[in-house]
């Protein structure tokens, strides 16, 4: 049987795991709300920790960890925005494809009459900065004076309601 022992840069990343694991973890669950993915995000930059064997004075490992969640964090949330973008243009083309000029034309017109109203009021506003002058969440958030998660609730609130105004008017 063979045991290895530790070396010290890993005993070193062990301590930083077992210092900063949590506040990590909770940084990536508050920008990803995913507990799993937040996990991999925290792992993985761990793993890249001991891969690359980038050295950490212990005086700013706590500002590089945090940062390093953050940034990877960012380009989740940015590659999901990609993924978000391509699946609603493919999803339109193939319903543009389906759909009359006539039809298109009065759907718009009952979309148009749905976010007119929208209740609570905010998700007309909701709606209105982020589709029409197609400002990203964070900048809907900060104009409106909420958080980002406020903003993705009112959106989801307000799509539902336009997807059963949609759904109604076509029985």
Do not use: W
Not at 45 to 72: C, G, K, P, W
Not at 128 to 134: D, I, K, P, Q, V
């Amino acid at each position: 049987m063979y045991i290895r022992c530790m070396t010290q840069r890993e005993r070193q990343i062990e301590r930083l795991f077992k210092q900063h694991y949590r506040a990590m973890h909770r940084l990536a669950s508050m920008l990803l709300h995913d507990g799993d993915e937040s996990k991999d995000i925290v792992h993985d930059v761990f793993a890249r920790l001991l891969a690359e064997q980038v050295e950490l004075r212990d005086d700013t490992a706590q500002s590089y960890l945090i940062s390093s969640v953050r940034n990877r964090c960012l380009n989740v949330i940015r590659n999901r925005k990609i993924h978000e973008q391509a699946h609603l243009h493919l999803m339109l083309a193939d319903e543009l494809e389906r759909t009359s000029p006539e039809e298109f034309e009065r759907e718009i017109e009952l979309l148009k009459a749905g976010i007119e109203e929208l209740f609570p009021p905010i998700c007309r506003e909701v709606i209105r900065l982020h589709f029409n002058e197609g400002l990203p969440f964070r900048e809907v958030a900060e104009r409106l004076g909420v958080s980002e998660t406020t903003i993705y609730k009112h959106l989801k609130s307000a799509l539902d309601q336009l997807r059963r105004t949609l759904k109604n008017a076509e029985q």
